[in-house]
T-cell receptor
Framework: DAGVTQSPTHLIKTRGQQVTLRCSPK?????VSWYQQALGQGPQFIFQ???????QRGNFPDRFSGHQFPNYSSELNVNALLLGDSALYLC????????????FGNGTRLTVT | EDQVTQSPEALRLQEGESSSLNCSYT??????LFWYRQDPGKGPEFLFT???AGEEKEKERLKATLTKKESFLHITAPKPEDSATYLC????????????FGAGTILRVKS
């Protein structure tokens, strides 16, 4: 049973560029959440997608956008990259219903130079 | 103001030396408190969910407990393979569906 898979695993971009990160949820899960984890910190909620709609959003600027596809996979897009966007980006999937535990992928390590 | 605070930031134990990690929270309307383990370069791995004060969950050498203001993760006779960062997170009515994480406790167990 495949867990949450994310691609790519590592990425280096230059300030001002745009990036797209991808996520396939755990089999049977229909809800995808994205988190940003800076070094030495806990993950910070970016947004959550369910039924191809953004269900909830955290305190991140509009440069961060996402999408969910009919097969429940998801993308995270970040425009106009800043140095401060360097972090581990984690995708988590769960079942709709609120209290279902999140299952995380191993993340994409984004470095902005 | 931090809503979820974990202590200590780092903990070094000898193999077999039992200890506890603390997670305190100040949210209202708690819907669930979650413990995760995170190894370097990996995503968090789900350990436990606790829903109400007095609840306890166990898995191998780990036991999680919950009160109205904090949770403890007790590690009994730890082994080097228990070395990891342990994260707690809360889901609350005021937050909707998101989890709010603490900064984690880095545990090192030496043989």
């Amino acid at each position: 049973d495949a867990g949450v898979t994310q691609s790519p695993t590592h990425l280096i971009k230059t300030r001002g560029q745009q990036v797209t990160l991808r996520c396939s949820p755990k089999s049977g899960h229909d809800t995808v959440s994205w988190y940003q984890q800076a070094l030495g910190q806990g993950p910070q909620f970016i947004f959550q997608y369910y039924e191809e709609e953004e269900r909830q959003r955290g305190n991140f600027p509009d440069r961060f956008s996402g999408h969910q596809f009919p097969n429940y996979s998801s993308e995270l897009n970040v425009n106009a990259l800043l140095l401060g966007d360097s972090a581990l980006y984690l995708c988590a999937s769960s079942l709709a219903g609120g209290d279902s535990p999140l299952h995380f992928g191993n993340g994409t390590r984004l470095t902005v130079t | 103001e931090d809503q979820v605070t974990q202590s200590p930031e780092a903990l070094r134990l000898q193999e077999g030396e039992s200890s506890s990690l603390n997670c305190s929270y100040t949210v209202s309307g708690l819907r669930g408190l979650f413990w995760y383990r995170q190894d370097p370069g990996k995503g968090p791995e789900f350990l436990f969910t606790l829903y109400s004060a007095g609840e306890e969950k166990e898995k191998e050498r780990l036991k999680a407990t919950l009160t109205k203001k904090e949770s403890f993760l007790h590690i009994t006779a730890p082994k080097p393979e228990d070395s990891a960062t342990y994260l707690c997170a809360v889901q609350a009515e005021e937050y909707g569906n998101k989890l709010v994480f603490g900064a984690g406790t880095i545990l090192r167990v030496k043989s």
